[in-house]
């Protein structure tokens, strides 16, 4: 692969990683608790996971099935849901409350996170439509290498991204609580919504 294959798939990648979603309305709301950094481990986690499966194979494997895309589609929706709800119910005090010290608060933040993008249809669908299209049949690296390198700078951009837009969020809005229930309010909502999109989708056959 020359370099030039990989900054073009890089800077088209990077477009899918900057349009606010799932992701970054679970950054931003786990950043109004301090969480940012393993939220966005999770969300890293889940994507190296999926670099991986795609990169062997098993993805096409996954993508041929209906009923495994219908299932992973409907977990993904009902996750998201359910995430936004749980935000749209809280209070402003416990998400400015600097006193939540529970040793498993950073290593649930993290499996969400890993849930969040491992569930995800729309991304897993956008490796195997995406990552392919930028392979060389004659290269020297395997078309496995080759795929696990393209995920893998997908992967890198999602990661500084998210974390720099963890930490805007966490220096702005730690300190203001209306700003900071508006903001989960809102990214609540982002998650409600396109859960119930993907659900529509699914169940309308679109």
Not at 125 to 154: C, D, H, K, R
Not at 183 to 195: I, T, Y
Request: charged content about 10%.
């Amino acid at each position: 692969m020359s370099m030039a294959t990989l900054v073009s798939f890089w800077g088209l990648s990077l477009i899918f990683v900057i349009i606010p979603g799932a992701d970054w309305a679970y950054t931003i709301s786990a950043s109004l608790r301090g969480r940012h950094i393993p939220a966005v481990s999770g969300l890293i986690l889940g994507y190296l996971v999926m670099t991986t499966i795609v990169a062997l194979g098993v993805g096409s494997l996954v993508a041929e099935h209906t009923t495994v895309m219908m299932l992973l589609t409907f977990a993904g929706a009902l996750y998201l849901i359910w995430l936004g709800l749980n935000m749209l119910r809280q209070s402003v005090e416990p998400l400015v409350s600097q006193e939540d010290t529970r040793l498993d608060s950073g290593l649930s933040a993290a499996a969400k996170g890993a849930l969040v993008s491992g569930l995800n249809p729309k991304a897993f669908l956008f490796f195997l439509a995406f990552l392919p299209a930028f392979t060389v049949a004659e290269a020297v690296w395997s078309l496995p290498v080759q795929l696990f390198t393209l995920g893998m700078i997908y992967t890198l951009s999602c990661l500084v991204i998210y974390m720099l837009l963890g930490y805007g969020a966490h220096r702005v809005l730690s300190t203001r609580p209306e700003a900071t229930l508006i903001v989960s309010r809102l990214s609540g909502g982002v998650m409600l919504l396109l859960g119930l999109f993907l659900l529509y989708r699914q169940l309308s056959g679109d």
